[in-house]
């Protein structure tokens, strides 16, 4: 039988939502993950750092008894953010990073930034205090294909505000494409990247043959092969700036199977199984823990976590539900469509 040993990963991006969402889902993470940045895009968002303080003993008081868990808390970034709010935070230690989401780019981002002239206060002072910016990189503009949306975002967004601002520490979120692993390749030192678990499974066949498919549907939108192939490369390459980042969004079904379907995939219950799963497609085995457990802490400037967890391989798939309830209704949970046969053993 095979075993792996691991330090106890973490969850450098992830959506816990709010109210009876956050009650049911807390625990899947908490489970196996030590610490997750904790994405700010509630509605309303967490936009101060009183907001985010309050968020994280919301966060903390849903925990199931015994688990120990560290939300790491973001702010969401919009055009009259205060400068000293993010520094008293940053300072502080509450909050983490500060998250861009380009206004209209994915779920509640409609408050976010439009015109990044207004932001520069804000991006000047992290900079200037070392507190990282996460981004979902992808441009709104209607012209631009939404396959192309990524590419196009490091082109005319985000290279531009990086030369701009050379020592602002950049984590370029949920990365989908060759060209995003391609860009944070070229950097030195101030750019890293988080993959999640469902980009390194699915590609965009899995949202749109055989059928329209909401549950694989997420933002950026799973790309062609080659991409999926470009990501599995960089996350089962040990390179340090590649880390996991779950994205796990949880949309209670009826948001998600309906005419206009939210974007997001609730990946939290099941993500170390199919992680050790595709490394082991790769031969990879011996770098994932540098991804789940290494890399993350190492950028955000965190000591790795000191409890482990055993993943084992058994010949009896393991059994995961296939939604999770909560009171708000059903979440589905994500299939990647085979058998996962690693289990996690955490006590
Ligand atoms: N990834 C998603 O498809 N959805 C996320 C937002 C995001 O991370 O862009 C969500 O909040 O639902
Ligand atoms: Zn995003
Ligand atoms: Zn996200």
């Not at 969402?21 to 610490?35: K, M, N, W, Y």
């Not at 991006?123 to 196009?152: N, S, W």
């Not at 909401?214 to 790309?223: E, G, M």
């Not at 089962?236 to 969004?249: H, Q, W, Y």
Request: charged share 25%; hydrophobic share 40%; proline share 7%.
């Amino acid at each position: 039988m095979k075993t792996l040993t691991l330090r106890r990963p973490d969850d450098w991006h992830l959506h816990l939502r709010d109210g009876d969402v956050l009650q049911a889902v807390i625990g899947d993470t908490s489970r196996h993950f030590a610490r997750a940045i904790i994405m700010p895009n509630l509605v309303p968002p967490v936009v101060t750092t009183s907001d985010a303080k309050a968020y994280r003993e919301r966060i903390l008081a849903a925990l199931p008894a015994g688990d120990r868990f560290e939300p790491l808390m973001t702010l969401y970034l919009t055009e009259h953010t205060d400068p000293d709010d993010v520094e008293e935070g940053g300072k502080s230690g509450l909050i983490s990073a500060v998250k861009l989401y380009p206004a209209g780019a994915t779920t509640n981002s409609h408050g976010g930034v439009r015109d990044f002239n207004k932001a520069m206060p804000v991006l000047e002072r992290m900079a200037k205090i070392g507190l990282p910016l996460c981004v979902h990189g992808e441009v709104t503009t209607p012209e631009v294909d939404i396959f192309d949306r990524e590419a196009v975002f490091i082109e005319t967004v985000l290279d531009p505000l990086r030369k701009r601002l050379p020592e602002l520490k950049v984590t370029m979120e949920h990365v989908t494409t060759a060209d995003g692993i391609d860009y944070i390749k070229s950097s030195k030192g101030n750019l890293a990247g988080s993959i999640t678990t469902h980009h390194l499974i699915i590609n965009r066949n899995a949202i749109l043959v055989g059928g329209i498919r909401p549950h694989y549907y997420c933002l950026p939108v799973a790309k062609r092969e080659n991409h999926r192939l470009a990501l599995r490369a960089a996350a089962t390459s040990g390179d340090a700036r590649f880390f996991l980042g779950t994205d796990s969004a949880p949309h209670v079904d009826p948001l998600k199977e309906c005419a206009c379907g939210c974007a997001g995939i609730y990946t939290s219950v099941n993500t170390m199984s199919c992680l050790a799963h595709v490394f082991e497609d790769d031969n990879a085995l011996d770098k994932l823990e540098a991804f789940t457990s290494l890399n993350g802490p190492a950028w955000y400037g965190l000591k790795p976590n000191e409890e482990i967890i055993t993943l084992e391989k058994r010949d009896e798939p393991v059994k995961f539900p296939d939604k999770r309830d909560s009171g708000a209704g059903p979440i589905t949970v994500f299939d990647p469509m085979f058998p996962l046969h690693w289990h996690v053993f955490d006590k």
